[in-house]
């Protein structure tokens, strides 16, 4: 039996080392994750892939049933906050989901630089949402990054394609992507 955990860090390995392999995944990644061993649920209509950039970040909103073996990254506890108040209260979801920056404001207080955009999605039993984080051996942050670390919005990790990225939104499920 396949590994989950090398899977996803050989594919995420791959995703940020082969544009084209990249762009076809971003395309058809129903497809990849299945040649790559991947068991996906034949209830899942639809796996939409976002990227990250210096200039965008993605995150994505669990399912309320979800929510107790999702891992929040406490290390960030702004966009933790924010989380699990959007899970509480279906209006302040909704102005996520809608407006990320002003509902970001509304929950915490916090603004986010104009330089950056901050997306969230939310999964359903018929739409999986994966991200691509950034390379972190080809990152270097500008002067608003820089700003954000200090603000606590954004914190510099080293990650470990084992345990993020495309995982680490759901690590428990990750045979269920």
């Known amino acids: 039996m396949t590994n989950p955990i090398n899977t996803y860090k050989v594919l995420l390995e791959k995703l940020w080392n ?3 392999f990249k762009n076809s995944f971003i395309t058809d990644p129903k497809t990849i994750l299945l040649e790559h061993g991947v068991n996906v649920p034949e209830s899942l209509e639809k796996i939409e892939v976002h990227e990250d950039r210096p200039d965008l970040q993605n ?9 107790e073996r999702y891992v929040l990254d406490e290390e960030n506890h702004i966009i933790s906050q924010v989380i699990r108040q959007s899970l509480a209260d279906d209006t302040l979801k909704a102005k996520l989901l809608q407006n990320p920056k002003a509902g ?59 345990t993020t990225g495309l995982i680490a939104v759901d690590p428990i499920a990750i045979d269920r992507i």
């Not at 915490?108 to 949402?129: A, M, N, R």
Request: with cysteine; hydrophobic share 35%; net charge negative.
């Open 59 to 67: 995150y994505i909103l669990p399912r309320k049933e979800q929510l």
């Open 104 to 162: 970001i404001k509304e929950m915490t207080g916090q603004d986010i630089p104009d330089s950056l955009t901050i997306c969230f999605y939310e999964d359903t039993p018929s739409v999986k949402h994966l991200i691509i984080p950034i390379n972190p051996n080809n990152q270097e942050l500008n002067d608003s990054q820089l700003e954000m670390v200090a603000g606590g919005l954004v914190k510099l990790i080293s990650i470990q394609p084992e």
């Open 18 to 20: 082969d544009e084209g």
